[in-house]
């Protein structure tokens, strides 16, 4: 796996730096010094991995993640930040304190690969859009997630954010539907209307609705409404 | 309780036994001899006295005068003695009949009754007045014990407490020091055990010397160093007379840390610690000054804590003789001024 350090301390980066040679299934490809530095390398170098610090100057570790379209498997470190970290669900989230232990970094590095192996089961080679495999961050006020976008039924527009639909959660991100469209993989994301963008893989009914539009209904009960302009696109892809 | 009961009964009986025997000295130096059925009169009339009182700190006691205020307590003790005192002049009667020299004509007469009582009146009345003044002190010193205990209580919960944040980070930097330079991660184990002696210690003593909290400054900054590097910059300036002075201990740290944490620690290149001592109309004047901006109203509440924390501290061991600031100096700096009495004024409270 391809990973990036990313910690304002130089010593702090020098030790995980060590910590990590143990494990040669973990190919450091560069370090960063800030958030700004890491948002470049992330988009030149692409990497699986992130070890990232949540207390850096100017930018935290959360708004990196939050400049981010799409996210990299993440593991945070940090000294002492118990708020930080009670704000995330249990299940997305692995992190390291520091000093970080050597066998602690093992488990992590398993449980890594393990996500690994998961994830890549999809075809992500040289390709740009978001898809099913990848997974996003969202934070919403004080809880965050990392949404794996398998998991998302919708996402629906609201003035200048877009309400993120999945299980019982739908917190809001500060995007245009627009630019998210144009991100997501056609073939898994449909754009039913001006307010909607639906999963295609949570799709369970079609209905015809008035003036030729559709009324698609997700798995959960959620029902939203395809315009007439995108109702001929959409019987197109869904039939075969 | 028991101790309390026994000082009771002492000072009443050896009080009364007192009284007795000033009467039979004033008998002696008058007549020049005294006879048994007197002496005995007398032993019997203290007797009596200490009955009565006793009765009466029974109803006193029920009553709660202890806790009335002056306007209603004085009236009641007033009326109550003069009770006690007709009360007493009657109950002598028949002690004087047994004893064989009652006299129906002087003992009802009205001037005798007059003088007889307003005597045993004026008795119990400072009877009253030792009574009330010696609960009246007691409970003034065990209300100022009380209050030393809330301060030392209170002191203790906002004394300064490591920011484990700083801990970890530290012991972090030094875990990648010893490698790279052992030697300079030794000094920076000594200089972090410093510090976690002094936050573990510090709490037993009131005030330290200015000298070593600035070493403990010293220390602090050293290990910030070591994880800053470049990114922070140290000057002291202070003042020779500086060493004379008593301060809370890790206070000038605290102020120090929360000038890094938000200063220093959110800027990207970093910037520069400065702590300067003066010493002005015999005060120590304290003054760190740190890279960075306060944004007013939107910083969080925990570093509202640590300000607050100090600012409180500071009016429990000083009164208003000391004084806090902080405030953006300019643009690029915030400065952190306090302002430390000299130790006089402060001896009172913690000796």
Sequence with gaps: ????????????????????EEHPSIEIVGEAVNADEAYQMINDLNPDLLFLDIQMPDKTGFQLLEMLDSVPLVVFTTAYDEFALKAFEVNALDYLLKPIQAERLAETVAKLA????ARSAGTREGEKKLGLKDQVFVKDGDRCWFVSLSNVRMFESDGNYIKVYFDNNRPMIHKSLNALDEKLDERAFFRASRKHIVNLSWVEGIEPWFNGGLMVKLRGGDKVEVSRRQAAKFKDMMSL | MVGKQRLYWALQAGG????????????????????????????????????????????????????????????????????????????????????????????????????????????????????????????YSKSLKYEASVIEIELNNLRSQLNPHFIFNALNSIRALVDENPAKSKQAINQLSNI????????????????????IVKDYLGLESIRFEERLKTEFHIHPDSHNFLVPPLMIQTLVENGIKHGISKLKEGGLIQLTTTVEKGCLNIRIRNSGHMVNGTRKSRNGLGIKNTVQRLRLIYGDRSSFRIANENNNFVLTEIIIPPNNAYESINH
């Design chain 2, 16 to 139: 009364w036994l007192l009284y007795a025997l000033l009467q039979v000295g004033t008998s002696l130096a008058a007549n020049g001899t005294i006879s048994a059925k007197r002496t005995l009169f007398l032993l019997g009339d203290a007797l009596l006295c200490l009955c009565v009182t006793h009765a009466y700190r029974y109803v006193l006691n029920r009553r709660k005068w202890l806790y009335l205020a002056m306007p209603r307590l004085i009236p009641a003790v007033l009326a109550s003695v003069v009770v006690m005192g007709v009360m007493l002049y009657f109950l002598r009667l028949p002690l004087s009949m047994a004893l064989g020299f009652f006299e129906g004509s002087v003992a009802f007469d009205v001037e005798q009754i007059l003088v007889g009582t307003a005597f045993y009146s004026l008795i119990f009345f400072l009877w009253s007045v030792f009574y009330f003044t010696y609960h009246y002190f007691e409970r």
């Design chain 2, 196 to 215: 976690l002696r002094k936050s573990l210690t510090s709490d037993k003593k009131g005030l330290t010397k200015f000298d070593d909290e600035l070493k």
């Design chain 1, 1 to 20: 796996m391809r990973a990036l350090i990313i910690d304002d301390e130089r010593l702090a980066r020098k030790e995980l730096a060590k910590l990590l």
């Design chain 1, 114 to 117: 393990e996500r690994e192996r």
